[in-house]
């Protein structure tokens, strides 16, 4: 069936060096949207991206949405502790007559100061 | 602004007992609104998601329903609780296929 994966499913990193996380998509998405998890709380949503090939950044963190709109990427640049969470990348999949976001199965960051 | 409710924060249940989560959401209306569950560790599941009153999609087949008995209220419920059930249960309002808005969330312990 449809789904959305993202890989890795678990990194661990020095404080200061780089992250990311991909996102792919069975089916084309009609937009991709990330949320961080803290440890114990709720996801929070982080941004949206729309339009094919689209790059937008927030600080250190850069997202990016591929051309054929069924993957997406977000890029820590040197990671800090406060980074540390889950993060999960959704999606509408398109032409599926699903109207709920499709969550993703989720990257968990560990930050080592 | 909006808010979302969750109650209670946190649950221990015995198995076969029955279970009544309630979300609700105040500040806006004709919220779409959801539940999920997630494991330790893992991503989210989602369970049902409402369109508006009455209206309720089932994603997962198992021993949990959902109603909406009024716009921005969402009650989780079951009447026989399974070890498998434990789990941390969030709800979430959107409008449309936009931004999803979670609530703190409840963490159910089956024992």
């Known amino acids: 069936g449809q789904q959305v994966m993202q890989i890795p499913q678990y990194q661990h990193v020095q404080e200061g060096e780089d992250f990311t996380t991909y996102c792919n998509s069975s089916?084309?998405?009609?937009?991709i949207q990330w949320y961080k998890q803290r440890p114990g709380g709720h996801p929070v949503f982080l941004i949206q991206?729309?339009?094919?090939?689209e790059v937008k950044k927030q600080k250190r963190l850069t997202f990016q949405f591929g051309e054929a709109k069924k993957n997406s990427s977000l890029h820590i640049t040197a990671t800090q502790t406060t980074d540390v969470g889950t993060y999960f990348c959704?999606?509408?999949?398109?032409?599926?007559?699903?109207?709920?976001?499709?969550f993703g199965s989720g990257t968990r960051l560990q930050v080592q100061p | 602004s909006q808010t979302i409710h969750q109650w209670p924060a946190t649950l221990v249940q015995p198995v076969g007992s029955p279970l009544s989560l309630e979300c609700t959401v105040e500040?806006?209306?004709?919220?779409?609104l959801y539940w999920y569950r997630q494991a330790a560790g893992r991503g989210l599941q989602l369970l049902f998601y409402?369109?508006?009153?009455?209206?309720i999609s089932s994603e997962v087949p198992q021993n949990l329903s959902a109603s909406r008995p009024q716009d921005r209220q969402f009650i989780l419920s079951s009447k026989k609780l399974l070890l498998s059930d434990s789990g941390f249960y969030l709800c979430?309002?959107?409008?449309?296929?936009?931004?999803?808005?979670f609530g703190p969330g409840t963490r159910l312990t089956v024992l």
């Open positions: 979430a309002w959107s409008h449309g296929g936009d931004t999803q808005y």
């Open positions: 089916t084309t998405l009609s937009n």
């Open positions: 991206l729309v339009k094919s090939g």
């Open positions: 959704a999606g509408v999949l398109r032409d599926t007559g699903r109207r709920a976001l499709t």
């Open positions: 500040g806006t209306s004709n919220p779409n």
């Open positions: 409402s369109v508006g009153i009455g209206q």
